[in-house]
């Protein structure tokens, strides 16, 4: 899961960066509106934390271009205005959810999860596939009951594998849900994490699709 967050705050934009990538998500992370706007025309993000108060294009009015472009992505804005007339126009305007800043850390990742939730579909908090089950607020991870102890990455990969399951992803989507654009990334990572989790899961729960992807069969196929 990919985060791109648009804040011009060091100290909160770090702070936030911090508490995201221990939660297991990728952050990439842009100071002014216009540099946000362009990311998200161009890449592909599973959510933006917008700050409305922002240099160079003002939050409210990304998210306005970004509706007209008809950009699909769940949008959470992060303001210091605590006008109602602020949040209702936000919310008019496409967000999904806000927060007022200063905001608890706790709070802000249980929103995201849920809003995560809302977008795959999902209902339950949990994410299970056959005996395989993800608690994404713990990132604990069991199969057949056993605690499966798995590497940041691997655990990032298995979910995102898990979100989509039935649905072939690309080496390139795959690759952009686990890193982010400071990230190094070494030209078989991938397939060593597939290994590892199909020795620590079993062998049969990912399938390579030769020269496209990887994929996890639907539940019950
Ligand atoms: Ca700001």
């Given at each position: 899961m990919r985060i791109l967050l648009a804040e011009d705050d060091i100290m909160l934009g770090e702070a936030l960066q911090d508490a995201l990538i221990a939660q297991g998500f990728v952050v990439d992370w842009l100071k002014d509106g216009e540099s946000a706007l362009s990311a998200i025309c161009s890449e592909t993000f599973d959510l933006l934390m917008l700050d409305l108060g922002l240099p160079r294009r003002s939050g409210m009015d990304v998210l306005a271009e970004i509706r007209k472009r008809d950009i699909d992505i769940p949008v959470l804005i992060l303001t210091a205005r605590d006008a109602t007339s602020d949040r209702i126009a936000g919310l008019d305007a496409g967000a999904d959810d806000y927060l007022l800043k200063p905001f608890d850390l706790g709070e802000l990742s249980a929103r995201i999860r849920a809003l995560l939730r809302r977008r795959s579909g999902r209902a339950r908090p949990e994410m299970v596939h056959g005996e395989l089950r993800i608690?994404?607020?713990?990132q604990h991870v069991t199969y057949a009951g056993r605690d499966i102890s798995l590497q940041r990455r691997e655990y990032m990969l298995l979910k995102e594998l898990l979100e989509h399951s039935g649905e072939v992803l690309t080496r390139d989507k795959l690759e952009a849900s686990l890193y982010g654009w400071m990230d190094e990334v070494e030209s078989n990572a991938l397939e060593v994490h597939i290994h590892h989790l199909r020795k620590k899961l079993y062998p049969g729960l990912i399938r390579t699709v030769r020269g496209v992807g990887y994929m996890i069969p639907a539940a019950g196929n």
């Open positions: 608690d994404p607020a713990s």
